[in-house]
């Protein structure tokens, strides 16, 4: 019995027993048979009672020790569970599936684009995300007003499809030091630091160490030893990157309030203040400070030892490259 | 009796009994006249619970279903409850009254500029909007202490004369992926998405369908299908914007990390990085791309039509439009 | 006796009695003779209740009223306590020495760089910032899975090795409408608001009236009546600053999505969009605006009266000042 992923959720019914959000503490890719087996078809109805308890003695029995012991506690516990198989990458077809894929993202299961997360947008639901948990939207005022005559306030944290990861999980060897910048879905790769002027978005993030302080847009995935610099800007496939997907190599350095429109390979660095699109046209300069030539940046995706500048002096954007003039004729031709 | 607005709120008072702010579920504005006879006259006071419970009965009695069900179940609670009437659209004396006018903004009864906020700074109180609810500035060492001391911790999210807008109303229809950046007063169009970089001050927002990652400074508002990229910058009048009230027009794009400092038509485009400033010199380019005249970006506000960018190679700021040189000319010249 | 600096301090300890965290009411600087006689050689060790009586009575005598008021109550609670006497700035040793350095800037004792914090990253623990207060990082997905199992959500809203300020202390005279963004150990200065979009690290801040919608990068520190306009940058000494620590002096205003990567003088001014690196070349112009010289911006750190500028036509960075050419030409030649 092959199987992609699974997981035991527990989650938030609207009044109308709809999922709002699951919370799965142990996904798991690509199980063992005798634990797919479990899981083979459920999903996405709430577990009766004693389905739960069933699910619970055959976790064990499928020797998964973490998942076991949660799915005996979530038996004894009367909250909305949920058990899901999924026997292969397919489009999410609901929310149970959908949370599953985000939580397989942030528990660092598969990086960003390796799972079909297609139509995600209109399976999940907007949701109020409050002090007391995930709330309807359409519930809310009652909530709010209830809360208030009972001398409370619902403190509202968030209005969106997307939670914040850090409710979910924290994977390990992170830091993040303001959490709501960081959706579910993002993957954060071990050793990165998110500061405060820090975001990621789902299906993006970082994939080792790196600071981040500026902006990774949904489909973004920066390599190791990366640095965003405090406000810099990432375009997302979702937002004026059109169909190039912007992505940042390793040891890179991205200056602060900078930007980033194309895809850029290793060792490259934007400086400080400077926005990048594919339509800049960049001089190129040789390692003698010659220009070799004007291009689109369009056409440097992907090259790596690239330096942007604008000069201070003539306005125009300029590129260097820590190769010489000879190198870098021979590479700028080679992708022409 | 006619009336301009009303209110039933229930709020918080500082130790004094004075009030740091009040929650209003059903702000009304041009009330019919049984319901302003209600209200005639009243504010700022404490209701006493033989008011609070006249008012309820006084409320059912003039048909207002959701204020009536308010007023009834908040004469139960034992909380402060303010009602007040405006006559007439006055600048705010009272923190009741200011509350109220924020709330008519974050409920859509009045856009931005539509209601008079004068003076409202010097109305409203410092507050620590904290776990617990408002907290008197002065009050909220000894709730710190008091806090540690029980275990706990008292979340202190917000110091500020303006709280935020989602704890009070989340109009229909919105996205808010970071509630904290949009304050109470904040009109938030139907169909906008706020995203984690926006940000709403008061006495501004969106007319309507909206993607907003940028910032949207106090008195700025923004037309329909329009587009503020991640990190850009709008000038309020409050700050460096000068006497200039700054708009955005419908379907609009202020591109990531870009800025503006001068009121756009319709279907203006600014590329990612460039500020434009009211004294930014512009090259006007004519739909054949040659220079019409230059001329500062003050003298083509509220013009539609137009894109604006950097020259990547000479470094000027280059306006063009949509229109023939003919047309440009002469709408040009029509300005002038 | 002489001493640096003493507190008592109520904490958090993980599961193995280690420190997470502390916060201390009242810390003391350059304490009288016979307080400091009781903090003598104190901490970091928790104190047992007898030790806490005994401390309770001794600060009674030593009378400090406001730390003898908080001893009594603290000895009746049962929560961990911990008194740290420092006989001179040394870099902190243990989680409570540096977390009563951090109290000392934010409660305005000591300016940032007037306190030795050599090595506090790796003094300090890297903690969840939970909604049941400071959580050891690998008990944080217990406790999720614990407060799931309840139908609770533990709201995890930092994952960093510096808490937030204002659960610590909130200075007189501020305001700080989202209070994620500055961390303890910040020096907020009284008359400073700080907007949503601002930020402050620790070690860094403003030293009296100030309006921050940019970011203080860590170390950076800004004269009074200066305006960090929103979304700007000031480059820290930890990313990108190299080792020139970044100021602000009085009346400055820094642009909206500005950048500063010198130390400016007084009444300087960038305008909004541009950034000013070290290496930045600028053309400085007089009184005239007649082209003086061409310097990179590095040897202009600590100057006034100068105004920064990308002129909009050639795309070049100028520089301007209100001084005459026979002035300027004099103090630029006079730092040469």
Redesign the interface.
Known sequence: MAAYALGLG?GTHNSKGEWLEV?Y?HPRMHPPAALAEVFEGRGPDTLTDSETEELATACVEAGDVQLAD?AI??A????PLVAIGLSEDRAPDSVPAAYLKLHMLSHRLVKPHETDLSGIFSILP?V?WT?E??VA?DE??AR??DA???????????????PKM?????P?G????????V?LGAYVGEGTTVM??G?INFNAGSEGPA?I?G?I?AGVFMGSDS?L???S?T?GTL??GGNIIISVGKNC?I???A?L?IPLGDRCTI?????I?AG????MLDANGETVE?RAARSLQGMSDLLFR????????ECLTNKTAVELNAELHAHN
């Not at 850090?166 to 924290?170: E, G, H, I, P, R």
């Not at 800049?280 to 001089?283: A, D, P, R």
């Open positions: 527990i919370f503490p949660f506690r979530a004894a516990a009367d909250r907007n109020a002090s948990g995930a939207i809310l005022p709010q007003h208030r005559l009972r001398g409370e306030v619902l403190e509202v944290s968030c209005v969106d499809k997307f850090s409710n979910y999980v924290v390990p992170v830091r993040i030091a303001h959490t709501a910048r959706r405060h002027e975001f600071m302080e902006r847009s640095d610099g405090g406000g800007s375009m937002s004026g350095l200056g602060a309030n930007g429109g400086e400080s203040g400077l926005y699109t800049t046209k960049v001089v004007t604008r000069n201070s002096l003539s306005g125009a954007v």
